[in-house]
């Protein structure tokens, strides 16, 4: 596990100011399993979270939602998130590259939410598993750059970027140089937790370190240039259907996020009708914004090869055509 550790250090201290050390990350089956640790650790009575609703009605705790702006590129609505936090609140959850509206937040904008968490004196959870799979004007910057700034635990996945789904073993590291998660007991909280909880597969965890280390910069290229084409080609296809509107391009992860335009469509009602019908009639799955906390929106994944991708857009084009009201 040691030796994994180090490589999973090894690699996040690429993009940092500041190298990790092994003892800086924490080894966890899957990405999941991470986050389950990090909202148990974080938490108590009255605690809120700003996201990741699921596992903290589990625990019981409060959660509320930021918005993320559609015209700003998705960037976050910090002043949202200055109004929402109060002294219960525990930390606000940043996911870059974003899923499900394939945004990646500027430097710029990092620092101004890292500088934010520091006012309110609340952590950052960094969901960072989809970290360097971009293809737009904006490089990946990881939210543990501004670690001199606030506290930030970084969950990362080996699945994604690797491409290797299925490879139950992610990781959280903690970007703490003023060591305020280790004199608040918070890292030694995580130890505690993995002490009594699973760990990754023993043979994923010997096969990390060259996976890492020997997997050479061609691989990731083609990943990212599928990516990007397959993203080009999603934006295109959604740009000649009249009720949806992709108010900006993705610049990185897997998927995008359009508005549907119901005043346009005959006997829909919202977007979990629209994606139940779709998937009736024309045998494609698309995700309702109502699951990410986005009403009559829709996510769509363009992680497809490109001719499945071309075909499920014309029947979402054809079933579109097929429903719109006589008057469009």
């Known amino acids: 596990m040691s030796t994994s550790r180090n490589a999973i250090a090894d690699h996040l201290s690429e993009d940092l100011p500041y190298k990790l050390s092994p003892e800086d990350v924490f080894l966890t089956s899957g ?109 990946f910057v990881p939210m543990g750059a501004f670690g001199q700034i606030t506290p930030i635990l970084t969950l990362g996945f080996i699945s994604k970027r690797w491409g290797v789904p299925g490879w139950r073993l992610g990781w959280i590291a903690t970007s703490d140089p003023k060591h305020i998660l280790k004199e608040t007991k918070v890292v030694q909280c995580i130890k505690s937790f993995l002490d009594i909880s699973t760990d990754p597969a023993t043979f994923v965890q010997g096969a990390v370190t060259a996976i890492i280390k020997n997997t050479n910069g061609d691989f990731f290229n083609k990943i990212i240039e599928a990516l990007r084409k397959s993203s080009e080609l999603c934006c295109e296809k959604l740009q000649e259907i009249d009720c949806v509107r992709c108010p900006s391009k993705p610049e990185g992860s897997m998927s995008l996020l359009v508005e549907l335009n119901l005043s346009s469509l005959d006997g829909i009602q919202d977007d979990f009708e629209f994606c139940c019908k779709l998937a009736k009639e024309e045998s494609v799955i698309v995700l309702p914004g109502t699951a990410v906390g986005l009403k009559n929106w829709l ?20 079933f579109c055509r097929r429903h719109r009201k006589k008057t469009h």
């Open 299 to 318: 996510r769509v994944s363009f992680a497809v090869e490109l001719s499945s991708l071309d075909d499920a857009l014309d029947r979402l084009k054809s």
């Open 31 to 139: 990405c999941t399993q991470a986050i389950e640790i990090v909202v148990s650790v974080l938490s108590r009575p009255g605690l809120v979270f700003l996201f990741y609703e699921a596992r903290c009605a589990f625990s019981g705790l409060e959660v509320r939602h930021f918005n993320l702006v559609p015209e700003r590129e998705w960037e976050i609505d910090l002043n949202m998130v200055e109004a929402l936090a109060d002294g219960n609140t525990a930390a606000m959850v940043v996911i870059n590259p974003c899923n499900p509206c394939g945004s990646v937040f500027s430097y710029q904008h990092l620092a101004k939410v890292a500088e934010t968490a520091q006012n309110l004196g609340i952590v950052i959870i960094a969901d960072e598993v989809y970290d360097h799979l971009v293809f737009g004007k904006k490089p």
